[in-house]
């Protein structure tokens, strides 16, 4: 008897792995579709000049309107499209596109120094990468300095050739920032070691600002990125609480729902040519420290 219920949770089981084994070919197959049919966009969130409010530059996040899945946000499909080699068009038409579209505002009289591509660990392990964006940038005519590539600690963890390669990339004026600081297999050898102009403190680290440890951990993250002259953007900042904190203890650009949330390129445009961003300059009193 406990042989036959065995056998059926262990049915059940195949049955249940079988179904999200479905599930996922069919996303697949929805999303290599999707690549075909050009359901994927992008959005723009602006990067914000903490000193005076000023737009500095531009975030390219991705977007899939799916004729099936309806609008369907990255944390949804880049983990999928990073397993089956699918980031790899996926992540060479957000490249083009975004440089695209940087170049276009600039010619329009946006005046922003750089677009921020985000790049996967698919995306930078593979051998062609930097050929790939120089021939990107020969062809939308974007200066390399313009664009910046964000990668995690966690790209640069176990990597082949990632110091070779973040080198070359340097080399050719093309700037590197570290995302989500502080959340991946960090390594403060890392800073050392490789090229990166900018750290990005996740916004995990900004929530609770200016309460608790994340008052601690943002002005140490601030005060490593002065020390070593690179730039610092605190991600995901809401509240006028968290931009003034910031901005108090020395962080240069913020980005987040309180200055902007992605937008499509022409809003982005109207926006970018509106001038400063007011909210960055607002003072809610003085921030309460710790
Ligand atoms: P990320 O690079 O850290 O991007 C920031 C994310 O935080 C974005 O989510 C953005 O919409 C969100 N965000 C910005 N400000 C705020 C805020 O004030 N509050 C909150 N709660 N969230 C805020 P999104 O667009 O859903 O992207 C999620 C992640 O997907 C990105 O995190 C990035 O890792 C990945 N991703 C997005 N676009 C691409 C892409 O083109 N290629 C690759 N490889 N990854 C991408
Ligand atoms: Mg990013
Ligand atoms: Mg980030
Ligand atoms: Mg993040």
Redesign the pocket.
């Known amino acids: 008897e406990a042989k036959a219920q065995g056998r059926g949770i262990y049915s059940f089981y195949t049955q249940a792995l079988t179904r999200s084994a479905r599930v996922r070919m069919e996303m697949e197959a929805d999303l290599r579709r999707g690549l075909v049919r050009e359901e994927f966009r992008?959005?723009f969130?602006p990067v914000v000049d903490l000193a005076n409010g000023r737009i500095a530059g531009a975030?390219?996040?991705?977007?899939w309107q799916s004729p099936v899945h309806g609008l369907v946000?990255?944390?949804r499909f880049?983990p999928l499209a990073e397993e089956t080699g699918l980031?790899e068009p996926?992540?060479d038409w957000?490249l083009e596109e975004a440089c695209q579209q940087m170049a276009k505002w600039t010619a329009a009289g946006a005046d922003l120094d750089f677009i921020a591509?985000?790049?996967?660990p698919r995306?930078f392990q593979r051998g062609t990468l930097c050929e790939r964006i120089e021939e990107v940038l020969r062809r939308t005519g974007l200066p390399a300095a313009r664009l910046e590539v964000?990668i995690?600690e966690n790209v640069l963890f176990g990597a082949v050739a990632a110091e070779r390669k973040l080198r070359d990339m340097r080399d050719s004026g093309v700037r590197i920032a570290l995302?989500?600081f502080g959340t991946g297999y960090s390594s403060l050898a890392y800073l050392k070691r490789f090229p990166i102009s900018k750290l990005?403190i996740?916004?995990s680290f900004v929530h609770d600002l200016p309460r608790a440890a994340d008052a601690e951990i943002a002005t140490a993250i601030i005060s490593i990125a002065r020390a070593l002259g690179l730039d610092v953007v605190a991600?995901?900042?809401?509240a006028p609480e968290q931009c003034a904190f910031l901005k108090e203890r020395g962080c240069g650009f913020g980005?987040?729902?309180?200055f902007g949330?992605?937008v499509t390129s022409e809003r982005f445009l109207r926006l970018a040519l509106q001038g400063p961003i007011a909210t960055a300059m607002a003072h809610p009193g003085s921030p309460r420290l710790h």
Do not use: F, H, M, W
């Not at 975030?59 to 977007?63: G, K, S």
């Not at 991600?235 to 809401?238: S, T």
């Open positions: 992008l959005n969130q975030e390219a996040l991705v977007r946000l990255p944390n880049i980031i996926l992540g957000v591509v985000n790049l996967s995306q964000e995690t995302d989500d990005k996740d916004r991600e995901g900042i809401e980005q987040g729902y309180l949330r992605p």
